[in-house]
């Protein structure tokens, strides 16, 4: 039974149809992608899943169970974090002190594990960022903040983790650490669902892709009938991304 | 319009609560086509006015995205102007009525625009309401120092008193058949201006992209300018309506702002029908309640507590704020991140005390004599003080904005009225505390479903419901009674309320409070509180749940606030009602955010300025500085526009440098001074060891991430 899944979810914002009985199943242990051009409704599928978007249609399912009434922090109680495409951290905060508020968060549902401190300096390592812990976090870079974001996610212990476009604003360098960083938590039993728009990450990192055009999932499957399904490739035909190699 | 079915149970609560209240408080008196008729000229009269006022603040709100909380302040202003051509110099009315609402009031709006409004755009919320609020006590004042001492202005309505014509056997008075006839000119001229005219389409498209607009070609400096100028028109004709009504009386006029609140809140600020809806429901309502119902007497002032009980159902009855997804990322001027910390408050704390103790027992005889009764005024500024640490947390933390802290204030004083009043025992204090917090949770209830500007509003309702119907209570506060407070009794001394030792106990309190606030600051809480204020979305998505974090956050301030208010009633000894108005919290919200919101030294600030503003006033005694503790505070929040940090930050990053101990606000000047350098130099940096994040930065910059291989030579060579 997948971890996360969602079926027959529709969003309506006044006459545009953000999403039409879209769904999808994310796995533990694998990484699950989902792509399509700019405007097809992954970040509101996102919204959707983590509860900060109301639906019109659709259910969600964390384990079996339907979560589709509960609220977004009784949802991340359960399991689900998740980044932000245009990034979200609390910028009177340090970096430390922004993974900090998750860990301490966190304790209130599982009390397990390392003291909060302890625990949010071990996520930073994690991601390695551990050396900026004390600067603040508005005065970051791009790149640096994403990072923030995924330690903090971390924080929380999640089961399943949403990455809205985590390579963005991270150098060649970063992104290859970021793939093996999700690598390496997928092997820890985590779920990770990701939007991206950078395909050679996408196909290089992702066990399952899912494509997503005007709000419909067209086609689902392994890198590689995704990379040879006919109706993806027309999807991005004249969209600036170019076609899938 | 839709209606969701929030709605349906907000209009049918509220037709249910009226239908009672109407049948508790029947008077009797006799209902018949002349006085229901009677009822309706003059509650449609009101409901005009309302109206009016109204629709300047929604055209402004929906053209610029400010709201105008000096909508009413502007209109009293004009309307005191109108009354001076008229009725003090003589002149013809239409010549003064035409200056005034076609020449004075529209310019002042553009005015207003070109100088204060246009730098609010893209400012935080915070700043913009404190600035509009600053511009409502700036006109309150201006009218005060301008037209002081005679009370009892007469403006006389349109063609007399007397004079009008008969409808149905009920005298309509040429005045408010005048108001009536300009209400709905002006709804219809509206309705024409914005739809039909292309400058008006212009205007409503504004708010929604001002992008969009510029390739429309129309200018949306014009745009803004011209909203101020309507907007200003329109308080002015509310203003000079109303006048002959209610009476020239400062307070007053500038409270119909509320009135507007709640009519523009019925139609969500945005659209005008609803506005008008809005405005009549309230003033047939109010009429009503005058006309038919009876109240008792901690009651009596139930009719003209109708619109804060509206706005408040309005409010609530909207839908849930959406938890915005916006993105936060922004540049700051700090790169180390400092939290002061707890020895430094502490040391801070101590400083002030030897100052406190050292100026009150007579060694500063300068400040003494300066200051006239200073000690009793140390008391008060101290007072002051610690009821302004109250939105410390809340506002300069949590980001929630709340413009009732007298209210909770004086809930307290009531409290430990109640509690300890007559032995004055201190844990009748910390009893007032604890009473007071679920009264912030109470108001926390609004800040689970509202956001921002809905909240403000939310919470001056709630502000102006508690000095209309609870304060009023003889249950409450027996003005009558003559019920005193004795002096506080503390660790068996026996401290006045006037007395240096009480100022000193007072300022070990401020100075624990604000060692108390640091420390809360560096707690789970604190982090929280931050939190849901940078990114309510990121802070849920973590599972930190909203209601609990305000409804914390909200009664830790109401605690701190009732705390406040009952030492502010061991000092006056005995309390009434018009101790805690709407009206008196402002400048205290104002000054605190002045000084900058989210340092609890700012409180000090604002504290001492509350009693300086009054020295001043009575040391120099010029006639021109007679409303100063209002204009005073209103001024300087008017001024942030342009210094949006708050004056403590900035004596802050002047004087930390100087303490020995403070090697990091040191380094802080360097780094800054360096930064300033870096740009003559470059963005290379070229001054500084060359590390590997200024490697990637270059390669980033340069777009030669992929092609150039991550060495580790390429670390910390210390320079190229
Ligand atoms: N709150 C909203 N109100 C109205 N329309 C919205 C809202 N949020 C998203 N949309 C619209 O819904 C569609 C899907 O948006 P969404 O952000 O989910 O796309 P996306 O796939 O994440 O795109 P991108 O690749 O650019 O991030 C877009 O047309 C967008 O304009
Ligand atoms: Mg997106």
Redesign the interface.
Known sequence: MALLEATGVTVRFGGLTALDDAGISVEAGQVTGMIGPNGAGKTTFF?VM???QDTTAGRVFLDGRDITRL???RR??RG???T?Q??????????L??V???A???R??DRSGPP?HEEARACLERVGIAEIA?????????GS?RLV?LA??LA?RPRVLLLDEPSSGL???ETQAMADLLRDLTEDGLAVLLVEHDMSFVMGLCHRINVLSFGEMIASGTPTEVRSDPSVQSAYLGSDHGAVQ | MKLSPANYAAIALTVAGAIVMSALNWSGRPVSVATVGSMLVVGVTLGSIYAVSASGLVVVYTTTGVFNFAQGAMGMYWAFVYWELRFNRNWPAPIAIGLVVLVMAPLGGVVLDRLVMRRLRGTPLVLQLMVTVGLMLGFMGLAATQWKGDRGRNAQPFFGRSGGFELLGVNVTWHRFTTICVAVLLAVLLRLLLHRSRIGVAMRAVVDSRSLTSLTGANPEIISGLAWALGSSLAAVAGILIAPESGLVVELLTLVVVDAFAAAAVGRLQSLPLTFLGAMVLGIGQQFMRSFLDFPGGFSNADRALPTILLFVVVLALPQAKLHVRGTASAASARIRRVTPLSDAALGGLALIVVVVSWSGGLVPFVDEWTGTGVNRGVTMMITAIIMLSLVPLTGWAGQVNFAPLAFAGFGAVMFLKVAGDSGQAWGLLMAALLTAPVGALMALPAVRLQGLYLALASMAFARGFELLFFTQSSVIDSGAGERIASLHFAGWQLDGRGRGYLIFLTVVFAAGVVGLIALKRSRYGRRWMAIHDSEAAAATLGISLVETKVIVFGISAAIAGFGGALFGIQQATLNPSQFTLLLGLPIVLLLVVGGVAYPAAALFGGVNTILFIVIKERLGWSWLSALEILGPGLMAVAMVVNTRGAVTDMGRAFSPLLPWRQDAREQLRLGHASSREDEIGELGLDRPFTRDHVNDLDKHLGIVDLIPATPSAESRGGL
Do not use: C, K, Y
């Open positions: 919204n983590t509860g900060l609220s977004v922090h991340a109680r689900i974090a998740r932000f245009r990034i979200e951290v609390f910028g009177q905060l340090s970096v002190d922004n900090l508020v998750a301490e968060m966190r209130r549902w909060p004390d600067l603040s976090v508005a005065a970051l870079p791009t903040a974001e903090r996610t929380t150098n060649g360098r």
